[in-house]
């Protein structure tokens, strides 16, 4: 993973052809050998199944394969036919993880998380099926039914908290962000739901926003005068153009687990998530670090200044009802334990 790490950096680095700036990007499929590879072909074949999957999601990154990718093309066809009924058989289910101010503890706002409860394989997650609803389109149907349930959940949890402005957060696939109506089906989701746009953020990944800069700057710029927050998912993990990055009209930067989670352990992570800390703060953008697990990760970002974070030091996935009880409960997150044992 670190070495596909230094080979994605060095193709990131932009050229100049005939005047304009140009980039490079790199999906990298990895597989380790195991007992049951006996030969090469089956290694290669599992890495490629890995790279096909790093292409589903977006690109300019790479996936270790796990045995979950490799559903041959039988059972593909059929997770394709159960999720096209997934949304009218109401087997989708949001989970929302506590997003937290790192200073006082206090619960400022959530993530959605989806989930699919399949009636025969159980809870999937979005590894499993995402890059199917990509490949056939019906990400765009399973977005806007996460949408509006995010929304729907953010209204019921703001209530509980009057004056508090608790942010809903709610990642968009490439294909949503393409879709021409995109602000317009945001907004008329607000307006069912009575959700304020300022605590609305939607978190896009560097590779959706760098596959067509000036349509993505312009996207952008739409969601913005709709007053909804913009937030750059996984930073570091894609393309990482300083030069863009600036340009574009983004409200938060979140600091990808893979580099929280090195935390304490690979001596290059520390000035890394300081650098992007001081780098997105210096911006006049909000900073979101993902993926906390421990103390000692935490009083690192709290000594480089990073605003805000999210992970299972604090609370994992939640279920709506969870979450209601947290936000009515006003505790700060040192003391979400006896909410969270409750069930």
């Known amino acids: 993973m670190q070495t596909a790490q230094r080979v994605m950096q060095a193709l990131r680095r932009p050229f100049s052809v005939a005047g304009q700036e140009m980039f490079v990007s790199a999906s990298i499929g990895i597989a380790v050998n195991g007992p049951e590879d006996r030969s090469t072909t089956e290694l290669l074949r599992k890495a490629d199944v890995a790279l096909y999957r790093a292409k589903a999601e977006g690109r300019a990154r790479y996936v270790v394969f796990a045995p979950e990718l490799d559903a041959d093309p039988a059972e593909r066809f059929d997770l394709d036919n159960a999720l096209r009924r997934a949304v009218e058989r109401r087997e989708l289910q949001l989970l929302y993880q506590p997003v937290v101010d790192l200073e006082t503890g206090a619960l400022v706002g959530m993530e959605a998380l989806l989930r699919w409860n399949h009636p025969h394989r159980g809870v999937l997650s979005p590894a499993t099926f995402i890059s199917i609803a990509e490949e056939t389109g019906e990400i765009v149907r399973i977005g806007q039914w996460v949408l509006e349930e995010?929304?729907?959940?953010?209204?019921?949890?703001?209530?509980?908290?009057?004056?508090?402005?608790?942010?809903?957060?709610?990642?968009?696939?490439?294909?949503?962000?393409?879709?021409?109506?995109l602000t317009g089906r945001i907004r008329r989701v607000l307006e069912a739901t009575g959700v304020d746009p300022g605590t609305l953020q939607l978190e896009l990944t560097e590779s959706v926003l760098m596959h067509d800069v000036p349509a993505a700057l312009e996207v952008l710029q739409e969601l913005r005068r709709l007053g909804v927050r913009l937030a750059l998912d996984d930073f570091g993990t894609g393309y990482s153009s300083l030069s863009y990055l600036q340009r574009l009209p983004i409200d938060t930067l979140k600091v990808d687990q893979a580099f929280v989670g090195r935390l304490g352990v690979d001596a290059s992570s520390g000035p890394l998530v300081r650098a992007i800390v001081e780098m997105g703060t210096a911006l006049g953008m909000e900073v979101v670090a993902e993926g906390i697990e421990t103390e000692w990760q935490l009083g690192y970002l709290r000594e480089v200044g990073c605003a805000r974070g999210q992970g299972h030091y604090f609370a994992g996935p939640l279920t709506a009802e969870q979450f209601r009880r947290l936000a009515a409960s006003r505790r700060p997150a040192m003391a979400w334990g006896p909410l969270l044992a409750a069930g």
């Not at 959940?153 to 021409?180: D, K």
Request: charge should be positive; hydrophobic fraction near 40%; include cysteine.
């Open 150 to 181: 995010a929304c729907r959940e953010a209204a019921r949890a703001q209530g509980l908290r009057p004056g508090s402005r608790l942010t809903v957060s709610v990642n968009v696939s490439a294909a949503e962000f393409r879709q021409p109506d």
